[in-house]
C-alpha cells in the first residue's frame, strides 16, 4: 500500500510540473486583447464534471449557458419558471470572477410551443405575443439584474440572402419584434449589454441586413452593444476573407464584435435526408470517417485552420471583445450528434480526456508574434 501511494505521489508531482512548465494558459495568454470563454453545459453547471471544471477554471475568463436558459428550460409551460441550473451557472460564474453572457432571450427554435399558440393551437394575436415576450425577458432578465454582463437577446433572425427569418415572432409581431425584444431587455437591467447573435455571419446578404437592423434600431434610440458572430466552421467554409469582411462592417456601426459559439467541424454535412442515414452501414462509415481517431495530415490542416482564424482574431484585437468556444471537449459538443446522431467530431481545443490539443499551444504562440 506504502509503495502505492509513493507511486501515485510520484505521478501526481510529475502532472504538477509538467503542466507548470506548459507555460500561459489561453487566458492569460490573450488578456488585454479579448475575453476566452466557453458554453457550460448541465456537468458543469452541477459540478458532475470535476475534470472539465478545473479546465474551465484553468483556461478561460467568460462563460456563456449552452441550454439552461433557452425558453424552452426556462418556462416549459406559461408562468412556470425553472431557474435551478441557470442560477448554478451564475452562481458558478460569479465564485470564478467571469464575465457571463446569458443566451438566449428570443429564438425561434428550442422555444416552447405555447409561446406562441392559444388553447385551441391557433396562433396568439400580436398583443398576447408582444405581452409574453415582455413578461419572460422582464422575468429572466430582472432575476438576474446585476449578475449577467450581456444577453443574446435575439438570435438568428436574419437567414443567408438577408431577409427576414419566417419565424413566429415575425409571423405574428413582425420586424418590431427585434426592437421591443432589446427595448424589454434594457428595461429589465439598463446596465446589461445587449447582443444581437446569428450564424453565417460572413454572408453578404445577412452581413449587409445585419448592418442595416443595426443601424435602424439605433437610429430610434434602441441599446444594442454588440453582435455576436457564430463560429460554426467548417474546413471549406466560411471564407476567411468574407468572415473578416464581417468583422469590418459590423465593427463600423460602434457596436462590439464578438466571435460566438466557435467550432470547425471535420465530418461532411449530409445531403438530402439525413433520416436516411441508417439505410447503409457503408453510408454509416463514410459519414463517420474518423471514429477510430483522426490522421496525421487531418489533425494537421485542422491546426491550421483554427489558427488562421486566431491569427484573424488579433489582427482586429481591436474591435474584438470576446472569442468563445461552443463547449469545452469533443466529448461535449453538440457536433457529434447534428445532423447524424452517434459520430465522432473533433470540433474544440481540448480532447476526450480533457487535454488540449497542439494546437491551443499554436494560438498562445500567436500572441507572442
Known sequence: MQIAMLI??????????????????????YEGKFLIGTALNANHNYGRDTLGIQVIQDQFNS??????????????????????????????????????????????????????????GENVSREVMIERMRSHIHTVVGRYKGRVDGWDVVNEAIVDDGSWRNTKFYEIIGEE?????????????????LYYNDYGMSQEGRRNSVVEMVKKLKEEGIKIDGIGMQGHMGMDYPDINEFEKSIEAFAAL????????????LLPFPAGETAEVSLTAEYQEQMNPYAAGLP??????FNK????????????????SRVTLWGLTDGDT????????????????????YQPKPVVQQIIELTKE
Open 63 to 120: 462563460i456563456v449557458a449552452e441550454n439552461c436558459m433557452k425558453s424552452m428550460h426556462l418556462q416549459p409551460t406559461e408562468g412556470v419558471f425553472f431557474f435551478e441550473e441557470a442560477d448554478k451557472f451564475i452562481e458558478f460564474g460569479e465564485a470564478n470572477n467571469m464575465h457571463i453572457v446569458g443566451h438566449t432571450l428570443i429564438w425561434h427554435s428550442q422555444a416552447p410551443d405555447w409561446f406562441f399558440t392559444d388553447e385551441n
Open 305 to 320: 485552420r483554427y489558427s488562421d482564424f486566431f491569427a484573424l482574431f488579433l489582427k482586429h484585437q481591436d474591435k474584438i
Open 334 to 353: 453538440w457536433r457529434n450528434d447534428w445532423p447524424i446522431p452517434g459520430r465522432t467530431d473533433y470540433p474544440l481545443l481540448f480532447d476526450r480526456n
Open 8 to 29: 501515485m505521489a510520484f505521478i501526481l508531482t510529475g502532472c504538477t510540473t509538467s503542466q507548470s512548465e506548459q507555460g500561459p494558459s489561453l487566458k492569460e495568454a
Open 296 to 301: 496525421e495530415e487531418v489533425e494537421t490542416a
Open 177 to 193: 419584434y427585434i426592437k421591443l425584444a432589446f427595448q424589454f431587455a434594457h428595461e429589465a437591467d439598463p446596465d446589461a449589454e
Open 254 to 265: 460602434g457596436v462590439k464584435v464578438m466571435i460566438t459559439e466557435m467550432d470547425i467541424t
